[in-house]
């Protein structure tokens, strides 16, 4: 079985601040883990994805996730927001191998204020 | 990266009508899912269909209401069946492609547009 749980569904930051969206996981498994964004009235965008290379995992727009086994955590950081940062967040496990399935979490809503 | 269309984009539908979903990627996938994001929501798993063989559903969902068609490796369809309000939610598709990374496979997803249904 796995699950993702969102700590915060709803992250507050003034622009030019850091960025701190925490998402800590359980699967049987190696897990993959994954950051999707979505705009409002937008599909679905990966920001990036863990897969056992590097713990240290850099995505698009300045994003980056640290993969931490210990803490079974897989939080998502930027150094500093913009306000096109504005949107919801979706941390995501896979069990992977032949019974790929994705589980969501609930989601955190990021606001980003001028 | 796989390049997804979904139709229709949005629809509104009366109360106890159906509506299928389209769903075409721009290359061949085995496997294909379905979502649901009812409002304000987390996304969903609906179902799995993999062509070739009957979609595999998620606990809570049966194929008497959302019947999957999955006729080649490049199409796919959900039928939302005598809709009710509660029905109302985007419905999405999505592929899995994989991918190598330190000499192992893995798995990604992506996903289409989604289509914005609103049953009165």
């Known amino acids: 079985a796995q699950s993702v749980t969102q700590l915060d569904s709803h992250v507050s930051v003034s622009e030019g601040t850091p960025v701190l969206l925490r998402c800590n996981y359980s699967?049987?498994?190696?897990?993959?883990l994954f950051w999707y964004v979505q705009h409002p009235n937008k599909g679905l965008q990966l920001l990036l994805k863990y897969t056992s290379a590097a713990t240290l995992v850099k995505g698009i727009n300045g994003f980056e996730a640290e993969f931490k086994k210990s803490e079974t955590s897989f939080h998502l950081t930027k150094p500093s927001a913009h306000m096109s940062d504005a949107a919801e967040y979706f941390c995501v496990v896979s069990s992977g191998g032949s019974n790929y399935k994705l589980t969501f979490g609930k989601g955190t809503l990021l606001t980003v204020n001028p | 990266s796989a390049v997804i269309s979904q139709k229709p984009s949005r629809d509104i539908c009366q109360r106890g009508t159906s509506l299928t979903i389209q769903c075409q990627v721009d290359s061949q996938v085995t496997m294909m899912f379905w979502y649901r994001q009812q409002p304000g929501q987390s996304l969903t798993l609906i179902a799995t269909?993999?062509?070739?063989?009957?979609?595999?559903?998620e606990s809570g969902f049966v194929i008497d209401k959302f019947p999957i068609s999955r006729p080649n490796l490049t199409f796919s369809t959900l039928t939302v069946s005598n809709m009710s309000p509660e029905d109302s939610s985007i419905y999405l598709c999505?592929?899995?492609?994989?991918?190598?990374?330190?000499?192992?496979?893995?798995?990604?997803?992506?996903f289409g547009p989604g289509t914005r249904l609103t049953v009165l």
């Open positions: 269909a993999n062509q070739g063989s009957e979609a595999t559903y």
């Open positions: 999505s592929v899995e492609d994989a991918f190598l990374a330190a000499g192992r496979s893995y798995n990604e997803q992506f």
């Open positions: 699967s049987s498994y190696s897990p993959s």
